[in-house]
């Protein structure tokens, strides 16, 4: 059995883990809350420019602009995965990342090249030596900017638009909750109409008047939908990074709360052994003489 020595250092040792890890739940939830304010506040904008830019797109030719040109032979993807810089965050990015190397895997076979992008360091540390490695942009994923977003955006947009991929997707993390985020994978270039529509509307068989004209239009929407895609996938990333920190940190301390419990009582025991051994030393000595 171990010492009582032993024990209170163990004790010592889980409450001050217990401390660091209430602060750390702490710090992520007040950073949760500026991260979903931020976020809602830019999921409206975000749906009503995705509604506008499908009406607009599915009026249209589609050669009416290069981004919404699609590829004959799909052969050369890119991938650009969202995940965060820093760990301690639960299944955050290890789901994300487990979904990630499947879908790669199934893919192997219909496509002659998977390139991946990162924004994150831990998809890029994960990932570096079994990808081929276009871009990682470091530093983003901890405060997202709409200017990080359109340096994204142009990168992307580049390689798709010089022939170096026929498709371009983002693979991140949906933000439902604190305690859910479910691994999304969705095609970013070229950009394809949405069905927004709902009722008895017809969705996009429309003969649309431009004002100013279409291409015009579409060359400015188009790529601030791009943007704003992005811009969102930022703030989504950085909510749900927070919120898995949170419950992974008050689960930890949950857990440490438990274990003082647990070595507090092995320590009593232990405590009140040693007593008892005393005493009977004592008698026994005090009976001999």
Known sequence: MPSIREYDNKLASLKNTRKMTKTMKMVSAGKLQKALIAQRNARLYA??????????????????????????????????????????????NNNLIKFM????????????????????????????????????????????????????GETLSESFLNGDYDEIYIAHNTFFSPLSQKPTLTKLLPFEPQEVMSGDEQAFSRDYIF??????????????????????????????????????????????????????LLRNRARQAAITTELTEIISGAEAL
């Open 47 to 92: 749906a009503k420019l995705s509604e506008l830019v499908s009406r607009l797109a599915a009026s249209v030719d589609p050669s009416a602009h290069p981004l919404l040109q699609h590829r004959e032979s799909v052969r050369r993807i890119l991938v650009l995965l969202f995940t965060s810089d820093k760990g301690l965050c639960g299944g955050f």
């Open 101 to 152: 190397d499947r879908w790669r895997l199934d893919q192997a076979d219909r496509l002659e090249q998977i390139d991946f992008s990162f924004c994150g360091r831990r998809g890029y540390t994960y990932f570096k030596n079994r990808v081929r490695v276009r871009d990682y942009f470091e530093g983003l994923t901890q405060k997202p900017t709409f200017a990080d977003a359109t340096h994204l």
């Open 211 to 264: 004002e100013p004209k279409q291409e015009q239009l579409l060359e400015e929407l188009l790529p601030k939908n791009k943007y704003f895609k992005l811009y969102y996938t930022l703030l989504e990333n950085a909510a749900g990074e927070h919120g898995a920190r949170m419950t992974a940190m008050d689960n930890a301390t949950r857990n440490a709360d438990g274990m003082v419990g647990r070595y507090t």
